[in-house]
């Protein structure tokens, strides 16, 4: 499993989402997920969770790096 938590330079790497609102304040965060995972696949399974990240009707998610 630990080959999964390897970058391509060979670093211990780890994805982290998170979610502000306009205010900057965290309103999401997920962590765990290995670095090579896809960031789709992270979203997805956000989305997904019981408790997970809900975005209201009419607005969407933009992605920044």
């Known amino acids: 499993m ?36 896809h960031d789709a696949l992270v979203l997805r399974d956000a989305l997904e969770r019981e408790n997970g990240l809900r975005v209201p009707q009419g607005k969407m998610i933009t992605h920044v790096a």
Do not use: C, P
């Open 2 to 37: 630990g080959a999964s938590f390897r970058g391509r330079k060979n670093h211990a790497t780890q994805n982290v989402m998170a979610a502000i609102d306009f205010d900057l304040r965290f309103i999401y965060v997920l962590a765990g997920w290995e670095g090579t995972a």
